[in-house]
């Protein structure tokens, strides 16, 4: 296996491939023995015309011969290999050297405007490792990109399922792509058609050297002949099918130019004594390519001085022949065995690979996902297969025996890990649909409460459906923006109402503050001064005192202070102790009604239900003790003692009545 990347970079020499540049020696000369007479054949002048056309027909023999066995080819390997490759060479057109930059320092914005320069104005036949090159870093880069997007998307609650990333750099990228191909195939078409076209001009040049042969003129054949060869040299390529076929049928009537007509003697051996010094050359070169250290440089330059051995010097005469091919052929098995030693200890890099991207396979295939029950714990399992994915591509290569089994094990454990993955998010997905029309009811709730008027209650509820949002789960990322937005504008909406509201009302309140302490300092006086207030003047107090209304909520302790005050006045007047006891309950409960507090309220005839209730079973324990002394005499202490308790006891109990009367005419 020949590594694409180290060859060289002149088009000719990169893709040049090795084939046989010679004709078996001892075949060709058994066949030569058959006609020796031919040899001797002369013609000085067309006089011997029928001479010349035996010679055609019994060239055409020989002819028929080569065609029949395709010139036998030496057994050499490293020649058969060499053969075959020049063969796959003759495809080739000369190509323009185009610089291959870093492309990895290039943004995609660069690399995209890197590719479309090079498919507008480079031939596309010469740009085909830059646009590769291209290709894996923007798919590299982009990769990333997408993997960072693919990262945020989840980390704010997205679904992989949902995930969608557009790109305008991508779809310019495509577009010029498209370009390319298109260009590439047109290119090829008309390749195609011109490789055929030179396959045609050299079979008509093969015609026109067996017409020359079988009608030799030995005063213009020479000429001729060298026209021949420098028409055939500037043909351009033909396809590789042809190829072999076609240079041994060129190749033999070569030699039977040379081999089987003295035309003249002289200008025979001189091409026969250039032709030697030339391949003497090239065999010199192919011992020092054997002596190289770099196996692809060696292997590369080989296939050059065989094309040129091929195609660019002719034959040698008969005495040479088996010797300089001989030297020619030895030197290329060294470059071929050293080259398949080396691609040995390749393979058996490949085979290290191939156990190292098993035992990967074998990590994704054991990686349970058994107990992931949270998007968190699927993403910690994405997270370790793709760590994974990454350790199996940055392996080199397999043995291609072994590639596509070990690619179908890679996709059959990756596969399975998808299907659960994608099972799971799917029952997310649903959820999230659930947890989206839960969030729609709770933004109707808002909007309908948004312009409400009735604070205490709204207020309430719309904390309450705050709270509810929090608690509800994820919904499909490209609802979520839009239904939060929806929830938060009709929450600040009423909120920024009720703030105002209550900025108006604090100002109010603070008055009602100063005004309150003002009569808490009017009673305070008319204390001090031993003014005797009567109940009528105290009721006054407290109904004076509440008409004013509620304080701002910080301001609270001044209620405190007041009932202080009414204590004292109680003690050091003669008031009834339940009539107070009724003016400072109904004065604590109008605070509530002020302050819109129906908790307390509710909570307060708890209470005072509570009170009733504990007070009865007090006042029937007493009586049923009373039982135990019923043969003492009135006077006697303990039945004193707890006839006293059963009379506080129902005082409370009337006061604790009294309250819960007057709780049950309040309509809130």
Excluded at 113 to 119: C, T, Y
Excluded at 288 to 315: V, Y
Excluded at 527 to 546: G, P, Q
Excluded at 642 to 668: C, F, G, P, Q
């Amino acid at each position: 296996m020949l590594d694409e990347t180290n060859k060289l970079p002149n088009d000719e020499k990169s893709n040049l491939t090795l084939q046989n540049s010679e004709i078996k020696e001892t075949s060709a000369k058994n066949e030569l023995k058959k006609e020796e007479p031919i040899e001797t054949v002369e013609v000085p002048d067309t006089a011997d015309a029928n001479n010349v056309e035996n010679v055609g027909s019994e060239s055409e023999k020989i002819l028929e011969s080569v065609t029949k066995t395709e010139m036998p080819i030496a057994s050499n390997k490293a020649i058969d290999e060499i053969d075959t490759k020049i063969a796959e060479s003759s495809e080739n057109f000369e190509l323009e050297h185009v610089e291959m930059q870093n492309y990895d320092n290039f943004s995609l914005e660069d690399l995209v405007a890197e590719l479309s320069k090079l498919v507008k104005e480079k031939p596309v036949q010469s740009i085909h490792n830059n646009v590769n090159k291209i290709k894996n870093t923007f798919n590299v880069k982009f990769g990333s990109l997408l993997k960072e997007e693919k990262t945020k998307f989840l980390e704010e609650g997205g679904n992989v399922v949902d995930f969608q990333y557009n790109n305008p750099i991508k779809s310019t990228y495509n577009s010029i792509l498209y370009d390319y191909k298109i260009k590439k195939n047109e290119f090829y078409t008309k390749q195609e058609n011109q490789l055929n076209e030179n396959l045609q001009a050299k079979l008509e040049l093969i015609e026109d050297l067996k017409t020359l042969i079988e009608n030799a003129d030995g005063t213009t054949m020479y000429k001729k002949f060298k026209d021949i060869q420098d028409k055939w040299r500037s043909i351009g390529p033909i396809p590789k099918a042809k190829y072999n076929d076609t240079w041994r049928t060129y190749q033999h009537h070569v030699e039977r130019f040379y081999d089987l007509l003295h035309l003249n003697n002289d200008l025979r051996d001189l091409d026969f004594k250039h032709n030697y010094e030339e391949k003497l050359k090239l065999v010199v070169k192919a011992e020092a390519l054997a002596a190289l250290d770099d196996i692809n440089l060696a292997f590369n330059e080989l296939q050059i001085l065989h094309k040129m051995w091929k195609e660019e010097i002719g034959p040698v005469d008969r005495a040479h022949r088996e010797e300089v091919w001989g030297r020619f052929s030895a030197a290329t098995k060294i470059v071929h065995d050293k080259r398949h030693d080396f691609f040995k200890d390749l393979r058996s890099k490949f085979d290290e690979n191939t156990e190292k991207k098993l035992s990967i396979i074998a990590e994704i295939e054991a990686v349970d996902t058994s107990k992931n029950n949270n998007r968190s714990d699927w993403q910690k399992s994405i997270n370790e297969i793709e760590e994974l994915r990454n350790k199996f591509f940055k392996i080199g290569q397999v043995p291609r025996a072994k590639s596509n089994d070990i690619w179908a094990k890679f996709k059959a454990a990756t596969r399975k890990f998808n299907i659960e993955k994608n099972n799971f998010f799917k029952s997310v997905k649903k959820e999230h649909l659930e947890n989206l029309n839960k969030k729609k009811l709770l933004i109707e709730k808002a909007v309908e409460l948004k312009d409400s008027e009735d604070w205490d209650v709204a207020t309430e509820v719309m904390k309450k459906i705050q709270a509810d949002w929090k608690n509800i789960g994820h919904v499909p990322r490209k609802y979520s923006d839009k239904l939060w937005k929806e929830f938060k504008d009709a929450c600040n909406y009423y909120f920024d109402r009720l703030h105002s509201e209550q900025d108006a009302g604090s100002k109010e309140e603070l008055e009602v503050f100063n005004k309150k302490k003002e009569l808490l300092k009017e009673i305070k006086d008319n204390i001090d001064n031993k003014v005797e207030i009567t109940l009528d003047k105290l009721k006054e107090y407290v109904n004076n005192w509440r008409n004013l209304g509620r304080v701002p909520f910080e301001m609270k302790h001044i209620e405190i202070k007041f009932n202080k005050l009414i204590d004292k006045i109680v003690a050091e007047n003669s008031i009834d102790v339940k009539e107070v006891e009724m003016i400072k309950f109904e004065n604590l409960i109008n605070s509530y009604l002020e302050q819109k507090n129906y908790k307390k309220l509710n909570g307060e005839q708890l209470f005072v239900r509570k009170k009733i209730d504990e007070t009865i079973r007090e006042i029937q324990q007493l009586e049923n003790n009373i039982g135990f002394i019923s043969n003492a005499t009135k006077d006697n202490p303990l039945l004193k003692n707890v006839m006293e308790n059963i009379r506080v006891y129902k005082e409370k109990l009337e006061i604790w009545k009294s309250k819960l009367a007057y709780l049950k005419k309040l309509d809130y």
